[in-house]
Structures are given as structure tokens and as C-alpha cells.
């Protein structure tokens, strides 16, 4: 499908012809030490060689967007992978410095930088991240019990974790997310919330806890296909750690303000909140996802087809036309994901109709058993909700 030049040389419009807020920047770090067993991201092994490759056709890909785009101003830039903190300091300034030379970087604004502990470990390399504006960090703990690490094929310890963490605080750090995953192969709802009291003891500013999805290709998804038992925990404890685990962080002052984050007051992701909020991002990389206006396109994810297509200059040319029904669809499954919720004027302004009419039987038996409420012109999930938020999510807007 081909791109108009106006779509490229006209300002960005979103899709409803409100003009967009500062744009989303993400970059795609295609690079890791070695797969995780529960990963479905695309990654491949760090070599020299690819990852020159990939820095120079990065770069291109940088200097095209600003020149379609004009230098737009961006609010947020979000290193994430993939592990960016392999990416020595040398070539993050490069990077860096085109990413100003070609977009308008707003004041305050924020840039993080996805670390692990098996590569980001020194206080020097802090330094330099800060040196260069970067002044978020998002470590990849996953779990701070050296058994579970194990399990899930991480290259770094519990111990290394903690080190990191300590590392960037004393370069000067002052936002810090720490990521986690619960329900793990014999995990039992008490092991988590040890996991947790360990982590607030570090007083992270952000935490995000996602639970163990098993993806097929990946090496849990392949045992799974095999017959092996996982040990995955029973529904009942699944249920217990989600519930629990919050009410702990709530208690400790994190407020769960999506149904895998939470920030202590004035640390939410800005650039995560920006597309709950559906705001426009250009995702750059290897099989980055971008969404500008109303089209969506996805960049190809081997580095070879990415390259050519940069050096073509036909990189988001293939893009799929979001329409309202498409939106809606967005809107509803991503607002409802937050602790703020879905605006209900917001859906009628979309689609001309009133979501609670349209679903009433299903909103009011959701309502009676403790999954939903309504507010001030909002329908939000309780915590219940969140617990069974795919089946709640897909009811709502496929059926
Ligand atoms: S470090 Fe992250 S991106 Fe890389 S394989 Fe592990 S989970 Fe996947």
C-alpha cells in the first residue's frame, strides 16, 4: 500500500483531526545475551557485526523520520528490546545526538532506558546514561529468588539484580521501574509476596508485575506442547498473587494505576501512559510498531528486510488504516486497562453510541458480581475485573 507525500509532509493529525500531542518514540534493541525461556519478543544474539549493522541502518531510519515528519516535538523516548543496555555508551550518545537532531525534544521531558543486570553493572556506564539525558531506568529483575531466575533462563542473579539497582541509585538515578513476573512454575502465593517485601526494601519509584503468559515457540511453550507440567500455580493461587500482591504495593504506597504498574505518586510511565492514552508513537527498529494518525505499520523484523527498507525509503509504506470501528475497539481495551478507566463520552464521540445501552445485560451482570464499576462519567474494572480482564475485555468488544 503506498503512502501519500502529504501524509509524510502535513502535520500530525490524529486520526479524529485533533492535532496530535507530542509524539512517542520508541527504539527497538533487537539484541540479547541469550533467549529467555518464557521470551516471545523478537530478539537475536549480540554479535559486532549485526549490531554495526544495525546502529547504521538505526540511524538512517532516524534521519528519515525527521525529515518526513519535519522535527516533530517528542515527549518521551523509550529504549526497550530486546537489551538495550547492551548498546555501549559510545554508541547510545550517537544515537542520542541524532534523535536531536531530528526531532524537537520538549522540556522535562522523559527518556528510559530498559537495563539488565547481567549487562548494566557498572556505576560509569550510570553516569554516562545520565550525562546523556537519559533519566529513566526500567531493570529487568523479573525475580529477586535465584531458583526462579533459573527457571526462567535469566543470565543474572538475584544478588546482581539488587547490585544493579544499588548502582544506577548511587550514579544519581531518582526513577527507577523494576520489573517482575509472578505466578512462575512452582511459585506459591507466599514466595511472591517475599519477592515483593524484598523489592519495596529498595523503594523503586516503579514496578511493574506481569504475570507468566506461556507463548508458543518459546521454550516453556514448547515444553508445554510436549506434555511436561509446568507446575504453573492453580487459578485460586494465581488469583491470591495478583490480588495480595497489589493490596501489598497499595499498602507501601504504589498506586496501581494500569493492572501491571505501579508508581509511587508523580512516577507513572509517561511514555506507557501515552498509549493507553492512545497518543501517536513511531516506533523505530527492527519490528517496531508504529501508530501516526489513523495508519499503523510495523517495521520488518529481520535486520536484512529492515535495512532494505530503510535504504528504500519505503519504511511505513505498508501501513493499515485504523477505522472507527477499529478504534473503538482500541479505546475500550486500552482505557479500561487503567485505573482511571474508560470515558464513556469519549466512546460516544467515536462511534454515536452509548456503550452502556449497547452492552447493558453484560455491564450490569459484571456489575452485580464485583468486576466493574461506574463513576463520574467512567467505567473502570475493580481489582476483581483486572484478575479476568482478557475474557471481560474480548466480551465487551467482540460479542
Ligand atoms: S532479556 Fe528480555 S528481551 Fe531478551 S530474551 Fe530475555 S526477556 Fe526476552
Not at 16 to 40: M, Q, S, T, W
Not at 190 to 205: F, H, I, M, S, T
Not at 212 to 220: D, N, Q
Request: with cysteine.
Amino acid at each position: 500500500m503506498g503512502l501519500s507525500p502529504a501524509f509524510f509532509s502535513t502535520p500530525l493529525l490524529r486520526g479524529d483531526g485533533r492535532e496530535a500531542r507530542n509524539l512517542l518514540v520508541y527504539i527497538h534493541v533487537p539484541f540479547c545475551r541469550r533467549k529467555c525461556n518464557y521470551c516471545a519478543f523478537h530478539s537475536q544474539p549480540f554479535d559486532d557485526v549485526h549490531f554495526a549493522w544495525y546502529m547504521k541502518t538505526l540511524m538512517a531510519e532516524i534521519d528519515l523520520w525527521g525529515r518526513r515528519l519535519k522535527s516533530p516535538r517528542i515527549g518521551t523516548v523509550y529504549f526497550g528490546g530486546g537489551t538495550p543496555s547492551l548498546i555501549p555508551p559510545f554508541q547510545l550518545q550517537l544515537i542520542m545526538d541524532a534523535l536531536r537532531r531530528n526531532f524537537t525534544f520538549t522540556s522535562g521531558m522523559e527518556i528510559t532506558l530498559e537495563a539488565n543486570p547481567d549487562s548494566a553493572n557498572d556505576k560509569a556506564y550510570f553516569q554516562h546514561l545520565l550525562s546523556m539525558g537519559i533519566n529513566r531506568l526500567s531493570i529487568g529483575f523479573q525475580s529477586l529468588d535465584d531458583r526462579n531466575l533459573e527457571t526462567l533462563g535469566r543470565p543474572h542473579s538475584a544478588r546482581q539484580a539488587a547490585e544493579t539497582f544499588y548502582m544506577a541509585r548511587e550514579a544519581g538515578f531518582g526513577n527507577i521501574s523494576v520489573d517482575l513476573i509472578w505466578g512462575l512454575p512452582r511459585q506459591k502465593p507466599k514466595d511472591w509476596n517475599n519477592e515483593l517485601k524484598a523489592v519495596v526494601k529498595l523503594k523503586p519509584e516503579h514496578v511493574s508485575c506481569y504475570g507468566l503468559s506461556i507463548e508458543p515457540g518459546t521454550v516453556f511453550g514448547k515444553r508445554a506442547d510436549e506434555g511436561v507440567d509446568l507446575e504453573i500455580p492453580s487459578d485460586d493461587d494465581q488469583a491470591r498473587m495478583f490480588i495480595y500482591g497489589a493490596e501489598f504495593l497499595e499498602a507501601y504506597g504504589y498506586i496501581q494505576y494500569e493492572i501491571s504498574n505501579f508508581a509511587r505518586m508523580g512516577f507513572i510511565s509517561r511514555h506507557n501512559q501515552g498509549y493507553w492514552d492512545r497518543m501517536d508513537y513511531l516506533g523505530l527498529g527492527p519490528s517496531a510498531v508504529s501508530t501516526l494518525g489513523s495508519r499503523r505499520f510495523t517495521n520488518p523484523s529481520y535486520l536484512d528486510e529492515y535495512d532494505a527498507a530503510v535504504r528504500g525509503g519505503y519504511i511505513g509504506e505498508d501501513f493499515e488504516e485504523l477505522t472507527d470501528e477499529i478504534r473503538a475497539q482500541e479505546l475500550v481495551m486500552l482505557t479500561l486497562r487503567t485505573s482511571k478507566g474508560l470515558k464513556l463520552s469519549d466512546y460516544r464521540e467515536l462511534t454515536g453510541k452509548e456503550l452502556v445501552k449497547e452492552k447493558n445485560a453484560l455491564i450490569n451482570a459484571l456489575y452485580r458480581n464485583g468486576l466493574i464499576r461506574m463513576s463520574g462519567g467512567f467505567l473502570r474494572l475493580t481489582k476483581n475485573g483486572m484478575l479476568v480482564s482478557n475474557s471481560i475485555l474480548q466480551s465487551l468488544v467482540f460479542d
